[in-house]
C-alpha cells in the first residue's frame, strides 16, 4: 500500500506558503489546548505538549488525511480521568502501546472502511454536537472564570456560567473575546474594499491584532502562561508487573475513541474542504497513522492521541492545502517551546477562545443540513438525536444512538 507521495504535499511556492502559515496559526491554537488536557487528564503540560508534538507530527505524516490535526483532545481527556484515578499515571505509556496495537488492528482488518457506511445525517449531527460542544468549553476562557464542576460538559458550562454571573462578569475578557470574533468575521472583507489580498489567515490575523490590542491598552486578562520546556524526555515503558487483562478494557476504548474521533473529524475535514471523491481521506491509513503516533508518544511520557476537529477545523478555514499544515503546526509547537515561550506565553486566552468559537460556527454545513432538514422526517429524527446525545452524552454514544435510531427508523418505514 502507497502511504504517501507527491500529491500529498505542496505543488507550488503559493500552496507552500498557505501550508505554513496554517500550520502556523493552528499551533498557536493547540498551545493552549495542548497544555490543558495534559492537566485536566491527570498528568502534566509536559505530557500534552510532547503529545501535541510527536503525535502531531507523526500521524500528520502517516495517516490517511491531507487535513488532519491530531494531538491530546477534550474526548480523550474524559475517557482518561477515570482510567488515571483507578490505575495511576504510571499506566498510561503501556495503555498507549495497547491502543497502538489495537489501531493498528483495525487498519489491518480494514475497519476504518465501515466510516464511508456511517449515514449523512449522523455525521452532521455529530459535527453539530462537537461544534457546540468546543463552544461551551471556551466559557471559562470566554468569561475569566475558573472551570465550573461537573462530568459532563453541559453540567460544567452550567456551573461556569453561574459562577461567572455570581461573581461579576469581567468585560474586558469578553470584550476580548468580542474583538477577535470581529476581526476574524470581516478582516478579509475590509482588506478587500482596498484592493489588498491578505496572504495570511483571518484566524491568525485575528490572534495577532487582538494580542497587539491587549497589550496597547493594557488589558488585565489571562495569558496562556508558563510553556514547559522539559519535554521530548524519552521514557520507555516498562511491562514488569502489569497485568494485561486488568488494562485491556481501558485500552479498549481508549482505541475505540480514537478511531472514532479521528476517522470522522477526518471526513468533517474533506466535507469542509469539499474534497472530491477521488482525494478523499483513506480510514485505513488514517488508523495506522493514528497507532504510530500513539505509541510514539507513549515512548516520551505523552498520552493517547487522536484527531482534533476543533484544530483540524481552524486548519482547513485557515487554507491549508497538504498534510505539510498539519506538520508544520507540529514544528512550530517544538520551535516555539525551545525558542519562543516568553512571547507566546503573553497570548490572552480570551483569544484563543474567540478563534476557536468562530471557527466552530464555521464548522457547521449549512448546505448538507438544509438538504437533511428539507428531506424524510427519519433523517431531521436522527440528525438531532446524534447532535443531542453527542453533546448530552459523549461522542461515542452520540454516534451509537445515531446509527441505531438511523436502523430503527429505517426498518419501521419500511
Do not use: C
Not at 190 to 202: D, N, S
Not at 338 to 358: N, Y
Not at 387 to 404: E, M, P, R, S, Y
Amino acid at each position: 500500500m502507497k502511504i504517501i507521495g507527491r500529491g500529498d504535499f505542496p505543488n507550488t511556492k503559493s500552496d507552500l506558503l498557505s501550508d505554513i502559515i496554517a500550520g502556523i496559526t493552528v499551533a498557536i491554537v493547540a498551545l493552549p489546548l495542548a497544555i490543558g488536557f495534559g492537566i485536566t487528564s491527570g498528568m502534566s503540560a509536559t505530557s500534552g505538549i510532547t503529545t501535541a508534538i510527536i503525535a502531531g507530527f507523526i500521524a500528520a505524516l502517516f495517516g490517511g488525511s491531507r487535513f488532519q490535526v491530531s494531538g491530546p483532545t477534550g474526548a480523550m481527556t474524559v475517557v482518561l480521568i477515570p482510567i488515571i484515578s483507578k490505575h495511576g499515571i504510571s499506566v498510561i505509556p503501556i495503555l498507549g502501546v495497547m491502543t497502538s496495537a489495537i489501531l493498528l488492528l483495525m487498519a489491518a482488518l480494514r475497519v476504518g472502511n465501515f466510516i464511508k457506511r456511517v449515514p449523512t445525517p449522523v455525521v452532521e449531527g455529530f459535527t453539530v454536537g462537537i461544534a457546540l460542544l468546543i463552544i461551551l468549553q471556551q466559557l471559562p476562557y470566554a468569561l475569566g472564570v475558573t472551570k465550573g464542576e461537573g462530568d459532563r460538559t453541559l453540567v460544567i458550562a452550567f456551573h461556569t456560567l453561574q459562577s461567572a454571573i455570581n461573581s461579576g462578569l469581567d468585560f474586558q475578557t469578553i470584550s476580548v473575546v468580542a474583538i477577535t470574533l470581529l476581526i476574524k468575521f470581516n478582516i478579509v472583507k475590509f482588506l478587500e474594499k482596498f484592493h489588498i489580498k491578505p496572504y495570511v489567515p483571518a484566524s491568525f490575523l485575528a490572534l495577532s491584532l487582538t494580542s497587539l490590542i491587549v497589550v496597547v491598552f493594557n488589558f488585565k486578562v489571562a495569558r496562556i502562561g508558563n510553556i514547559p520546556r522539559n519535554f521530548l524526555v524519552l521514557n520507555i515503558p516498562t511491562f514488569n508487573g502489569i497485568k494485561f487483562l486488568d488494562l485491556l478494557a481501558p485500552a479498549i476504548s481508549i482505541a475505540f475513541l480514537a478511531a472514532i474521533e479521528a476517522l470522522l473529524a477526518a471526513r468533517v475535514a474533506d466535507d469542509l474542504a469539499n474534497v472530491p471523491k477521488d482525494k478523499e481521506f483513506k480510514p485505513n491509513q488514517e488508523l495506522m497513522g493514528q497507532g504510530f503516533a500513539t505509541i510514539a508518544s507513549s515512548f516520551f511520557a505523552g498520552m493517547p492521541s487522536t484527531g482534533a476537529i476543533a484544530r483540524t477545523g481552524v486548519n482547513v478555514r485557515s487554507h491549508a492545502t497538504s498534510r505539510l499544515a498539519a506538520m508544520t503546526h507540529a514544528l512550530v509547537l517544538l520551535l516555539i517551546t525551545i525558542f519562543l515561550a516568553p512571547v507566546f506565553s503573553q497570548i490572552p486566552t480570551a483569544a484563543i477562545a474567540g478563534v476557536l468559537i468562530g471557527t466552530s460556527f464555521r464548522i457547521f454545513n449549512k448546505a448538507t443540513m438544509l438538504k437533511i432538514f428539507n428531506s424524510r422526517k427519519a433523517n431531521m429524527a436522527v440528525f438531532f438525536t446524534t447532535a443531542i446525545f453527542t453533546l448530552g452524552v459523549d461522542l461515542i454514544w452520540g454516534i451509537v444512538a445515531g446509527i441505531t435510531s438511523s436502523v430503527v427508523l429505517k426498518k419501521l418505514n419500511k
